[in-house]
């Protein structure tokens, strides 16, 4: 884009870093991420949370929670997609008790849980103490 006179901007670096995500290139993805930080772009919700699902995505909790801590001390709060990437990703490791806790930080952000959400949450639910807990954050989220 330089080359041709075109100045990046966070729209065309987010764009980027998300071919990296879905070729499962976390490498690439690391080192990008850094460069356009290098660069002056300051990454924004949607910079993060492609970074988040790239981490989810490849299983790698430990970067998940670091990008995520890194973008909340940016300031930067989780939205819909981000949540529900955090769950899924807990809920590949059948992690009900962290399952429940970011449906209950997705709630108390304002953000409304999505069907994903809700299904990650009622899928993991073995017990019937776990289905009941369940079922009524499943319904205090629809209110």
């Known amino acids: ?10 729209c065309s670096y987010t ?22 930080k290098r660069d002056g772009i300051v990454p924004n919700v949607v910079t993060y949370g492609t970074q988040i699902k790239g981490y989810a995505k490849i299983n790698n909790l430990d970067k998940m929670m670091k990008t995520y801590e890194e973008m909340r001390l940016q ?25 429940v806790t970011w449906f209950k930080e997705m709630v108390s ?5 999505d069907k994903k959400a809700k299904n990650i949450l009622l899928s993991l639910a073995k017990t019937g ?10 319904g205090i989220s629809q209110l």
């Open 109 to 113: 952000s304002g953000c409304n849980p």
């Open 1 to 10: 884009m330089t080359r041709d006179k075109c100045s990046p901007d966070l």
């Open 15 to 36: 764009t980027l870093l998300s071919a990296y995500v879905n070729a499962s290139d976390m490498e690439g993805a690391e080192k990008f991420f850094i460069r356009l």
């Open 75 to 99: 300031g930067i709060k989780a939205n819909q997609t981000i949540f529900t990437n955090l769950m899924d990703a807990h809920g590949k490791h059948i992690d009900f008790g962290s399952v």
């Open 129 to 138: 103490e776990e289905k009941q807990e369940a079922l009524e954050l499943v």
